[in-house]
Structure formats: structure tokens, C-alpha cells
């Protein structure tokens, strides 16, 4: 089905090991399955929403993500490492 003209997503996207470096209201008191993605990366969540999203998106749809301090080249790497493979 390719009919979604917009997909909206903020998936966890802060790496496990970076755990220790969140203030501590964020630690002990949001969900870690909201947080953290697998991965020592945090782009885990990332790689699979963009390969979906290929498969769901229409001829124009668009994809927005929130990522995480520096994440956001990165992201857009896989974005574009995605569009060139599909074409």
C-alpha cells in the first residue's frame, strides 16, 4: 500500500551506552522503550521506519523524524543511502 502522504515519527534514538548521560528526571522517569534503541548507534529505530517507509509513502509522500543532538546528518545519510538503492 503506498498511499501515506505524511509519516511523522519520534522514535528512540538515544544509544544505550549514553544512558548515564541523561539528566536524571529523563533516566528514572520516561520510558527507556521511548528512549533508547538498540544499537550502539541510536539509528536502529531510524533504519527500519526509513525501509517502511519506502514501501508506504505515495509518489510524494513525506517523512519527518525528531533525532537526537547530532544525529541529524547521519539520519539524512540513510535517508539518501535508501532513495539512491530504490532508483
Known sequence: MKGFDVILSNPPYIAQNHMGSLMADVR???PHIALFS???????SFRVIIEKAAELLSCNGVLFFEVG???ADQVASLIS????YNN
Open 38 to 44: 538498540k544499537g550502539e548507534d541510536g539509528l536502529d
Open 81 to 84: 543511502q535508501k532513495r539512491e
Open 28 to 30: 528514572d522517569h520516561e
Open 69 to 71: 543532538f547530532g544525529q
